[in-house]
């Protein structure tokens, strides 16, 4: 299914989105230019992560993590974990991380 929407950034309070480990690496460096994008203008997004093993999010956290402190202009930021676990009745594992600023705490 595939739905598109538009929203106003500034009418969101806390920003959320979402990645699949069986997106690839390249949905990773795009959601990581977009947090970096939009943690210029809020205090904290929301990220959860998900696969189809238990490491998926983990890994996709780590990479992301990595991602991000490549940039020479991304604030010292802080991840803070949130519910995770496994689907019932499903294969999906999932992670959810609150990123904000260092300097927003």
Not at 41 to 51: Q, T, Y
Not at 89 to 101: A, C, D, E, F, L
Request: glycine share 8%.
């Amino acid at each position: 299914m595939r739905l598109e929407y538009g929203f106003e950034l500034q009418k969101v309070e806390v920003p959320c989105f979402s990645v699949e480990a069986i997106e690839g690496i390249g949905k990773l460096f795009t959601l990581a230019t977009l947090v970096l994008n939009v943690l210029a203008s809020k205090d904290r997004i929301e990220v959860v992560f998900h696969g189809l093993n238990p490491d998926d999010p983990e890994h996709k956290l780590d990479a992301f993590k990595e991602i991000i402190r490549g940039s020479r202009y991304a604030p010292e930021l802080e991840y803070e974990r949130g519910a995770g676990g496994h689907i019932t009745g499903s294969s999906s594992h999932y992670v959810w991380v609150t990123v904000k600023s260092a300097d927003a705490a």
